[in-house]
């Protein structure tokens, strides 16, 4: 299991006033502290989870640009994703889960109130060899710095699955404390860019969505923990 971040409970400015209508209002949110991974759920420990319970391995696990051990797994469902969170919480004792919407954006600004990226307002082609990477697939994980709380490749590599229902509406009653999303849905909430992108890193409030029983090949997940 990857090394889990500390990321302290604290309030925000959710959301962005600047291009997609599912990302307004901006409003303030609070967070209860929580753990995050400090990178995303890698081929190899989803290959263990695999071998330990039956479950079907990653679809893409053996295309050779998507399964080196230490590349982002991809092609799981968010059905997939919970699963291997509930064996890893029967496996360790603890309760792992997906993070929710709001933890995530809230991780991935690691304190920059606004800001659009998870370094600051530079775009993402202002970075070290981006004109290379993703060339047909994720990068191995932690193969760049991580953002100020320690996480890796947060907003880009590949989507994140979150726990939460998609709503494109749902900034305009959501609760001040700890945001949970709607009770119900068609579609869950993923966040973070993706290798097969044009532009391969998301701004920190970009919201997206897929049903959930859906794999694609830039689909990955990153595990929460409670403190």
């Known amino acids: 299991m990857r090394e889990l971040v ?5 309030s925000f ?22 753990q995050l991974g400090a ?4 081929n190899a420990e989803y290959a263990e989870f695999s071998r330990a319970t039956g479950h079907d391995s ?10 080196h051990p230490e590349q982002p797994v991809v092609g799981v469902s968010w059905i997939d994703a919970t699963q ?15 993070p929710f919407e709001a933890e995530w954006e809230c991780a991935a600004r690691g304190g920059l109130e606004q800001a659009l990226y998870p370094w600051g307002d530079e775009p993402p082609q202002s970075r070290a060899h981006y004109e290379t990477r993703w060339r047909r697939g994720p ?8 953002n ?43 966040r973070g860019g993706s290798w097969r992108h044009r532009v391969k890193i998301s ?3 970009a919201r997206s969505s897929l049903p959930p029983q859906f794999r694609y090949a830039d689909y990955g997940l990153r595990i929460a923990c409670d403190p």
Not at 39 to 42: D, G, I, K
Not at 59 to 67: I, K, M, N, S
Not at 139 to 146: C, D, G, K, L, R
């Open 58 to 67: 990653a679809p893409f696990a053996h295309q050779p640009e998507l399964a």
């Open 148 to 190: 100020a709380f320690g996480l890796f490749d947060i907003s880009e590599n590949v989507h994140e699955w979150c726990s939460d229902w998609y709503d494109r509406d749902a900034y305009a009653a959501s609760p001040e404390r700890n945001p949970r999303g709607p009770e119900a849905g068609t579609r869950r909430v993923s």
């Open 139 to 146: 990068e191995p994980v932690a193969s760049q710095s991580p």
């Open 6 to 10: 500390h990321i302290p409970g604290s």
């Open 203 to 205: 701004r920190c409030a």
């Open 84 to 98: 291997y969170c509930l064996w890893l919480s029967e496996r360790t004792g603890r309760r792992f889960r997906l």
């Open 39 to 42: 990178s995303q759920v890698t």
């Open 13 to 34: 400015q959710m959301g962005s006033n600047l291009l997609r209508d599912d990302e307004r209002p901006v409003h303030r949110v609070w967070v209860d502290a929580f």
